[in-house]
């Protein structure tokens, strides 16, 4: 069993009546990547914010690397590296004064080049921090999370305003820190960065954890077969054809809730054959993680 | 694996990052050392403005004001719109949650302001000097304690309202306490040119006794008791408020 760097039980936090967290359990070990996947609103800032000391649960217990995060922050602060959705940069100072000023609260910083290599700062250094881009800026907040070694990587919504190129990098680097034996926390709610990254997945809604487990587990329960037909087709009566749930995913696409035996297959390409549906595509397969999600978490826009 | 440099290159490294960024700016230069050189030279050298001396060169009365105008400049609202706009930031949160904490981040705050205020005082000290002005050298020490307490007192009150009011609130409130009390706070021109009650008002304000403080100290040489517990008492109460209420998010 590795070894434990976050044990939060039955953490409550709420904001006068609205509660943003309401009996939440999350581990995470070192070596692994945790991803805590839910909606807007969800409650995931606010734990990662007790998480990291910056507020003060109402109930239950965090533990941080072994340590309260309010009172012992000052043992815990130089052993986490922690990037939040707002980013937090000083907007008026250039992003390299800013990368080199952490460095020099560690005594044995990560040397300020390797990042800047690694993340591709080198552009923008002298720029200053009002003026970056989304994606610069989350890559600089990234290279300040970990400027400082830490044990324990809290990532905030790290994709939150990148480019495909920019995410690949930062997936890569998170890869690279759990090979390292870091502990990785991140939270999201991007499917395929939780698939690409995680080895565990909390899914939180309103305030608790609705599931658990690797990405293998929580998709691995049923069977989908997905369909694209352009020209659109009544899905209620597939549905009702074949007997089992079918959604309309995308405008032209659609998911047969159940797993694609040759049976349905047939039934479901005489289905469309009976509705003068023309298939462009037809995949059996796992549910995705997104799959998974919308179910637990509803379709409703937040 | 990670480990913390030491608290007190911690608080060094603070106190040169914010003092890069009180001085990195033109328009906090403008406001910390353009604007009082040129109020010390227009002040001096012409008659713009009716002093209203019984004798003795103009510079005398000038230049501890014009310290005492870029003092509160640089310690209170300097520092309050920096403060307030880095909390909407979400600057305050992040250095929370690096090895230099709360402590480290406060200490840096009045180590930059400190920084600036030497830099202050020597080029503008200078030019005084440079333009005749002759400080009474027995009144130094006493000049000094004034300006410690009154930037502990600016600092904290710059803290407090940047810790409780929303950013935009702040630079505006922040940019018409300057000038009311630039103009009419007993700052830049002695107490007694001001009509009752203002005067004896403006002296119990930390802008008015710190320039009452200067230009007794280095005028005459007295020990000015009085305003200097004026500023004890601001400091105090302005660095309890600020323990009390500021909120680092």
């Known amino acids: ?302 | 694996m990670s480990a913390p440099a030491s608290p007190a290159r911690r608080v060094l490294a603070q106190t040169r990052f914010e003092a890069r960024a009180l001085l990195g700016r033109s328009e906090q230069v403008l406001l910390a050392l353009v604007l009082p050189a040129l109020a010390l030279v227009v002040l001096a050298q012409t008659d713009a403005v009716e002093l209203g001396l019984a004798g003795g060169p103009r510079i005398d009365v000038v230049a501890p004001g014009v310290i005492a105008l870029a003092v509160l400049a640089t310690s209170f609202t300097s520092q309050t719109i920096m403060t307030a706009f880095d909390r909407r930031a979400g600057v305050l949160r992040l250095l929370a949650t690096t090895p230099l904490g709360p402590g480290g981040l406060l200490g840096g705050t009045v180590g930059g302001v400190l920084v600036v205020q030497v830099v202050q005082v020597a080029v503008l000290g200078g030019i005084a000097l440079a333009l005749g002005w002759q400080p009474h050298l027995g009144g130094v020490p006493a000049a000094l304690i004034a300006l410690v307490l009154a930037t502990a007192a600016f600092t904290a009150l710059a803290l407090l309202l940047a810790g409780t009011l929303r950013a935009e609130a702040v630079l505006g409130l922040a940019n018409l306490v300057f000038v009311l009390v630039a103009a009419g706070g007993a700052v830049l021109l002695p107490a007694d040119r001001f009509p009752s009650p203002l005067a004896e008002i403006a002296a119990l304000l930390p802008a008015g006794a710190l320039g009452e403080a200067l230009r007794s100290a280095l005028g005459t040489g007295a020990f000015p008791t009085q305003h200097l517990g004026v500023l004890a008492a601001w400091a105090l109460v302005c660095s309890l408020a600020a323990r009390r209420w500021f909120r680092w998010f």
């Not at chain 1, 359990?25 to 692994?32: S, T």
């Not at chain 1, 998709?219 to 694209?228: A, N, P, Y």
């Not at chain 1, 005489?270 to 549910?287: E, H, K, P, Y």
């Open chain 1, 1 to 302: 069993m590795p070894e434990t760097a976050v044990d939060i039980r039955a953490l409550r936090k709420a904001y006068g009546a609205t509660t943003a967290v309401d009996g939440l359990d999350l581990r995470a070990a070192a070596g692994e990547v945790t991803a805590v996947l839910g909606p807007n609103g969800a409650g995931k800032t606010t734990t990662l914010e007790c998480l990291v000391g910056l507020r003060e649960a109402d109930a239950g217990t965090v533990r941080t690397l072994g340590l309260d995060p309010v009172r012992e922050a000052a043992a815990l602060r130089p052993r986490i590296g922690v990037m939040l959705q707002d980013g937090g940069l000083p907007l008026g100072a250039r992003a390299g004064s800013v990368l080199r000023h952490i460095a020099s609260l560690y005594r044995e910083p990560r040397p300020v080049t390797d990042l800047v290599e690694r993340l591709a700062l080198a552009d923008f250094l002298r720029t200053s921090v009002r003026h970056l881009s989304g994606g610069q800026r989350q890559r600089l907040a990234l290279a300040v999370a970990l400027v400082g070694r830490p044990e324990l990587v809290l990532l905030d919504e790290p994709s939150a305003g990148m480019d495909p190129q920019s995410r690949r990098v930062v997936w890569d680097l998170v890869t690279e820190l759990r090979g390292e034996g870091v502990a990785v926390l991140l939270t999201t709610h991007l499917m395929d960065e939780a698939e690409a990254l995680a080895d565990r997945v909390v899914v939180v809604d309103h305030g608790r954890a609705v599931a658990r487990g690797t990405v293998a587990e929580l998709t691995s329960s049923t069977g989908v077969v997905r369909l694209t037909v352009p020209g659109g087709l009544d899905a209620g009566a597939l549905s009702r054809e074949l007997g089992v749930p079918v959604r309309t995913s995308a405008p032209g696409q659609y998911v047969v809730e159940a797993s694609g035996s040759p049976g349905l297959v047939t039934a479901v390409a005489s289905a469309c054959a009976a509705q003068n549906a023309q298939i462009t595509s037809l995949d059996v397969g796992r549910r995705t993680l997104e799959d998974v999600f919308l179910d637990l978490t509803g379709r409703h826009l937040r």
